[in-house]
C-alpha cells in the first residue's frame, strides 16, 4: 500500500509546496480524507525548468524505448492493484466496476500509444527525391516528418479520473509523441492522481527516461492553471472540462507573446433526432436506449445526451419517463457538481415554457439527484438559447417538433457538437437531410444508437467544432491524437547521416513512407 | 483584351463598392494606373451570404468535379496570356522572367490540387468494423475521414501576386478541400487580382460551379480585413504577411464568440550557419551563394536568409561585399515597402554596433534600394533583440562568432523561424549539433544550399514555430495545405447508403484507406 501524503512530484522527486491547502471529499459519505497543499509559481518554473532539459534527450529516443515506456506505465497502473479503485472510488463515486472498466481503457489507451510509437508511422514520413538535371533549376532532396513540440501541459479531468486525467489520453499522446508533460492535477481526486505519479515514476525508473518527463501540481483555485499555460517554455495544452474553463485556457494561450494552441475538449449538448415514423415504430426500445445513455455515469460525461429531437409521442414519453424513474439514482462527482446541477435544475424547474415530466425532489445537499426528463415545443427551444446550455447530470429535454421541417430547423440552430445521433429506419429521407446537415455541426454522427460510450480506435473522433472543442480539427480520443503535439520538419539536401531514421534512404523503421508521391516501404 | 475596371467581383457579379478609392502604382515610373473602390461591411455580408450558401452544394461535388474546376482555373490563368503578365509587371515590377516563373508556379498548385481532389486521398479515410459479439460491450462501426470546413477568408501577399495571392496556394488548397474563399485583394496588385477574377469567373461558369465558391474584395486599409475575420460565416483565415499582420488577424479570430483558425505566414530571417572549417575551404562560393539568395525578388521572400552566422574570414567578408555590390540593384513591390526599407537602413546604418560593410546610397523616393550586408559581433548580436528582426529587403547580416560554442549560443537565441540553412561539409561534428537544435526552432532545414526557392512537393514544410507561422504544425506550401481547411468527421453504425463515397465498404473512390489498423485499398 502506498501512503498518501499529499504532495506533489516534480521530475523524479516528492515535494510539499507551500499553498493553500485543500481536502479529498468523499461522495458517498461527504467526509473530507486527505489533505493537499497547492503548488504555485515555484513549482511550475521547477516542472518547466526540468521539462524543458528533460526534452533534449527525450525528443531524440528511438520509437522502442518511448513504446517500452509507455507499456512499462500501463503494468505500473495495474501493480497499483485494487488500492487504486479503492482510492477513487472514495474520491469520486464512480464505482468499482466503472473504475475497473476505465481503468483498462486507460492501460488500453497507453499500450495503444506505446504500439504507435514502436512502430513509427504516426511521423507521416515522406520524401521526394532530387532531380538535379531539372530545367530551369534543379530540385533539390526534400523529406518531412513530425517532431514533437516540447513541454506539453495537462488538465485532468473530473469525471474520467483515469481515461482522462493525470496518465489519461493527452499525457500518453503527448509522452508518446516525444514530449514532456507537467500535469496540473484535478482537486476533486488528488489522492488518484498521486497514485499515478508513483505508476509513473517507478516506470521512469525501470526505463531510465529523464525525470523531466512528468510533473504532478497538485493544486485549488485557478492561478496554478492560468500561470502554467502563460509560462513560456509550455508549447501546446491539453484540456477536458467546461466551455467556460477551456475558453478561459484558450484566451490565455492566444495572448502570450508565442501564443500556443490549447486543445480544449469542452461542452456538447449531444442530440438526438428521431424520425416521426421511427418513432412511431420503436417508441419505446429508443425512450429505454435513450434513458440507459442519460443515466451512464450519473450523465456526467461529455457525450451524455441533452436534448431528443421528435415529434409528439405518448408512448415515448411515458416510456421515457418511466426508465428514467425507476434507474436507481447514483452519485454525483462532488459537491461542485452537485451544486451546479441543483442550481440548473431548479432554473428548469422554473421555467415557464419548460414541464418536468417526472419531477421528483432533489435536496441542496444531496449527492444523488434524480434522472431528469423535460420537456418543450420547438418553438419556444428555437426562441431561448439557454435551453441549449449544456446541464452536467443525468438530464434530458424532449424538444417536441411539428413536423420534419421543424427538426430540420432545430437542427440548423446548433452550435458545434461532439456528437449527434439519428434514429432515421422508417425515415430515410429525412435521415439523409440530417447526416449532410449534422456533419457540419458534429465531430461524430451516430446512427441507430446513442451517444455514451467512446470507443478508442483509428477511427473515432472526439472532438468537434466549437464550443465542442478548441480546434475542432483534432480528436482527443484514438491514436490521431497525437498530432496535437507534434508538427511537420522538412530536411534539405540533408546527408543520411544527419536524417533521423525514418527519414534514411534503407528505412531502418520499415515504416510506411510517401516516396515521390507514392505509399511505400521500399528504401530509397 | 480585358479592361480594367477597378470593380470587385462578388460571387459572380461585378460591382462597384461605395468605399473609399485607391490606386494602382508603377514601381517602374511611380505613376498611378488603375482607380478602385475599396468594399466594406456591405459587400462582405454579400459575399458571406453567398459563400455560405454555396457551399451547400459546393461541400457535396464529388473530386472529379473539383479537380476539373481548379483545372480549369489553371487554364483559365494561362489564357489570360501576356495582358496578365504586363498588367502585373507594371504594379509590382517583378519582371517578366519572374512572373511567367511564378504564373506557372501558380498553375502547377492549381493542377496539383486538381489531383489530390480527384485521388479522394486526402481525406484519411479509415474504417474500424465492428465487432458485436465483443465483450464486454459490442464494437460500433466507425469510420472518419476529413470534411470541408466552410467559407475561408484567403489575404493575398505583396510580393507574390500569383502564387500567394487571388487564386495561389491558400485559395487553391480551400478550394480543392471543398470551401468557398472570400479574397481580401492586396491593394498594391489590385488589377492582377482584377484579372485573376475574370479567369476563374470563367472556369465557375464553364464547369457550372454554385457563383458563392469565389468573390474578390478589393480594398485600401485594415476595416476590410479585420471586419471579414470578425464575421461568423468565416470559417477560417488564410494570410501571407508581416508578423504585426498577422498577429493582428490571429488576435481578431481568438477574440470572437467563435474563435477560428488563422494560417498566417509570416516573418522569419532565415539564419545561414556555416562552420568555421567549412567556410575556410569554401568561403568565396558561399559567399557567392548567399549573394544570389540575398538579391532574389530584391529580397522580397519571407525566406530571404537575413543573418549569416559564422567566424570571421576576410576571404569571405570580400566577396560577400564584392557580389552583393555588383549584382544590379532591383525594384521594390511599393512605395510602403520602399519606405520601410529606408527607415531599416537608416537605423542599421546608425546602430553603433552595426558596420555597414558596403554602404551605398539610398534616396528615400528610390525604388531601387542597394544590396546591403552589415556586420556585428555575436556577442552583440545576442544584446540586442532588434538585431533580429526581419529587414524585408536585399539586406543580410554577417554575425560574427569567436567559436562554435558561440555559433551553437545565437542558434539557441533564434525565435522560430520558416527556414535554417547549415553548411558544414568540413564541421560535420558542429552540423549534427546544428540540426538536433534547429529543427526545434524552423520548419525546414536546408543543408548545403540557400533559403529561397521554395520546392512545391509533398515534403515541402513552409511554416515554423511562431512568429515564422501562426500555426507550426501546418504548411503553407504543397499538397499538405489542404488539411488546413478541413475536419475529421467519423460516423457510427451508418448505412452504406448514408456514408461519403470515400467511407463505402466497396471503395468507389480506390483510395487507401486505414482499415482496422491497416492500409488498403481493398473494400470491406
Redesign the interface.
Known amino acids: 500500500m502506498i501512503e498518501i501524503t499529499g504532495q506533489s512530484y516534480i521530475a523524479g522527486n516528492w515535494i510539499t509546496p507551500a499553498g493553500d491547502t485543500f481536502e479529498s471529499f468523499n461522495p458517498y459519505n461527504k467526509e473530507s480524507m486527505y489533505s493537499f497543499a497547492s503548488c504555485g509559481p515555484n513549482e511550475i518554473e521547477q516542472a518547466t525548468r526540468a521539462a524543458e532539459s528533460a526534452f533534449q534527450t527525450y525528443?531524440?529516443l528511438d520509437g522502442k524505448t518511448i513504446g517500452s515506456f509507455l507499456s512499462t506505465i500501463a503494468d505500473e497502473i495495474e501493480a497499483l492493484g485494487d488500492q487504486l479503485l479503492e482510492v477513487c472510488d472514495s474520491e469520486t463515486a464512480l464505482g468499482r466496476v466503472r473504475l475497473t472498466?476505465e481503468r483498462g481503457r486507460t492501460c488500453g489507451q497507453l499500450r495503444s500509444f506505446a504500439e504507435l510509437a514502436i512502430k513509427g508511422e504516426w511521423v507521416q514520413a515522406?520524401?521526394?527525391t532530387a532531380i538535379p538535371d531539372r530545367a530551369?533549376?534543379p530540385?533539390?532532396d526534400?523529406?518531412?516528418m513530425m517532431?514533437p513540440?516540447?513541454p506539453v501541459a495537462v488538465f485532468g479531468a473530473s469525471n474520467f479520473p483515469f481515461a482522462f486525467s493525470t496518465l489519461g489520453g493527452d499525457t500518453a499522446s503527448a509522452l508518446a509523441a516525444g514530449n514532456p508533460v507537467i500535469v496540473k492535477g484535478h482537486p476533486a481526486h488528488p489522492a488518484t492522481s498521486e497514485l499515478f505519479a508513483h505508476a509513473i515514476n517507478r516506470a521512469i525508473e525501470k526505463c531510465d527516461i529523464p525525470t523531466g518527463v512528468f510533473s504532478l501540481l497538485q493544486g485549488l483555485g485557478n492561478d496554478l492553471g492560468t500561470d502554467l499555460v502563460k509560462h513560456p517554455a509550455v508549447q501546446a495544452v491539453g484540456f477536458t472540462g467546461s466551455e467556460r474553463g477551456g475558453r478561459t485556457l484558450?484566451?490565455i494561450a492566444?495572448?502570450r507573446p508565442?501564443?500556443i494552441?490549447v486543445y480544449a475538449e469542452m461542452g456538447s449538448i449531444n442530440p438526438l433526432f428521431v424520425g416521426p415514423n421511427t418513432l412511431q415504430a420503436q417508441a419505446e426500445s429508443i425512450a429505454t436506449g435513450l434513458s440507459g445513455s442519460v443515466c451512464m455515469g450519473t450523465g456526467q460525461f461529455c457525450t451524455s445526451p441533452g436534448i431528443v429531437v421528435s415529434v409528439a409521442s405518448e408512448v415515448f414519453e411515458t416510456t421515457l419517463k418511466a426508465r428514467l424513474s425507476e434507474t436507481p439514482r447514483g452519485y454525483l462527482l462532488n459537491p461542485q457538481i452537485a451544486a451546479s446541477l441543483q442550481a440548473s435544475l431548479e432554473s428548469l424547474n422554473n421555467h415557464p415554457q419548460l414541464e418536468w415530466l417526472n419531477r421528483a425532489d432533489f435536496e441542496a445537499s444531496s449527492m444523488t439527484p434524480p434522472n431528469a426528463v423535460f420537456k418543450t415545443s420547438a418553438r419556444n427551444f428555437l426562441a431561448d438559447e439557454t435551453m441549449s446550455e449544456e446541464v452536467f447530470g443525468p438530464v434530458t429535454l424532449y424538444v417536441v417538433c411539428e413536423d420534419e421541417a421543424q427538426m430540420m430547423q432545430v437542427a440548423e440552430n446548433l452550435k458545434?457538437n461532439l456528437t449527434a445521433s439519428v434514429h432515421a429506419d422508417e425515415d430515410?429521407e429525412l435521415?439523409?437531410k440530417l447526416?449532410?446537415l449534422l456533419?457540419?455541426k458534429?465531430?461524430?454522427?451516430?446512427?441507430?444508437?446513442y451517444p455514451t460510450?467512446v470507443?478508442v480506435?483509428?477511427?473515432?473522433?472526439h472532438?468537434g467544432?466549437?464550443?465542442a472543442s478548441?480546434?475542432?480539427?483534432?480528436?482527443s480520443v484514438g491514436v490521431?491524437a497525437i498530432?496535437r503535439f507534434?508538427?511537420?520538419?522538412?530536411?534539405?539536401?540533408?546527408?543520411d547521416?544527419?536524417l533521423p531514421d525514418a527519414l534514411k534512404n534503407e528505412n531502418p523503421l520499415g515504416v510506411?513512407r510517401?516516396v515521390n508521391?507514392e505509399?511505400t516501404r521500399e528504401g530509397i
Open positions: 525528443r531524440n472498466g515522406s520524401i521526394d530551369p533549376v530540385k533539390p526534400l523529406r518531412r517532431k513540440i516540447g484558450m484566451d492566444a495572448a508565442q501564443p494552441p458545434g430515410m435521415g439523409r447526416f449532410d456533419d457540419q458534429v465531430g461524430r454522427v451516430i446512427y441507430n444508437s460510450g470507443e480506435c483509428p477511427s473515432q473522433q472532438g467544432p466549437y464550443p478548441s480546434i475542432s480539427t483534432s480528436t490521431g498530432v507534434a508538427r511537420f520538419v522538412a530536411y534539405q539536401g540533408t546527408p547521416s544527419l510506411y510517401l508521391g505509399l
